[in-house]
């Protein structure tokens, strides 16, 4: 049995000046499983009896189906090199379609590998791809990059395992003074050993 024809049964329930919870019985009762929910059931007979005549669901407004048009990618395109630091969230406000829509056209469609301020601006990616350079792409973190975080941080953070400080000035000055506390052939010697690799 369909929806509405279940919702014109809460209707003329309704009507008979029934309560919520027969009407939810007499649903039961007829169509077994196939019964709308008690929650459903509740909205619609509370819409009746707030003077809803229609047992038709309201139009909603829908985005449209296909968003990944060209003209929808042009869009995109378009205002990343208005402003690189946009992000999906307000992609999706501005152009009208879904978070999920907005990260296929950035990703699959434009081919951007990452998308941050911090990182390399498409613009750039398509001059470099037109005129064959060829571009190295760098890891997100690696002990080559920041040496110092890679042996003197773990000392660092066994110095403050455990605390909580509760101003940020403490935290800093507790981190500050733990630094301090590291002896200067510590950093030599990481640095030594970074190069030893």
């Known amino acids: ?3 509405f024809e279940q ?12 309560s919520a919870s027969e009407t939810q019985s007499a649903l039961q009762q007829v169509y077994g499983d196939i019964a709308l929910k008690k929650s459903a059931v509740y909205d619609w007979f509370s819409q009746f009896k707030s ?5 038709e669901d309201d139009q909603r407004s829908r985005r449209p189906l296909t968003s990944r048009t060209k003209e929808m990618i042009g869009k995109v395109r378009q205002l990343i090199r208005c402003d690189r630091r946009m992000t999906i969230t307000e992609f999706e406000q501005k152009v009208g379609i879904s978070y999920g829509s907005i990260y296929t056209i950035l990703f699959d469609d434009l081919k951007v590998s990452s998308f941050s301020a911090k990182h390399t601006l498409l613009v750039v990616q398509q001059f470099l791809a037109e005129k064959n350079i060829s ?8 002990p080559d990059l920041a040496p110092s975080d ?48």
């Not at 571009?135 to 690696?142: E, R």
């Not at 800093?172 to 010697?189: C, D, G, M, Q």
Request: a positive charge.
């Open 1 to 3: 049995m369909s929806q």
């Open 7 to 18: 919702r014109a049964n809460i209707k003329f329930i309704c009507k008979l000046r029934k």
């Open 51 to 55: 003077g809803q005549e229609t047992s």
């Open 135 to 142: 571009t190295i792409t760098q890891p997100p973190y690696s």
């Open 150 to 197: 890679f042996r003197l941080l773990p000392t660092l953070k066994m110095g403050l395992k455990g605390t909580r400080y509760p101003t940020m000035e403490d935290t800093k000055s507790n981190v500050t003074a733990a630094l301090h506390k590291i002896p200067k052939e510590a950093f030599h010697r990481c640095f030594q050993q970074w190069q030893d690799r």
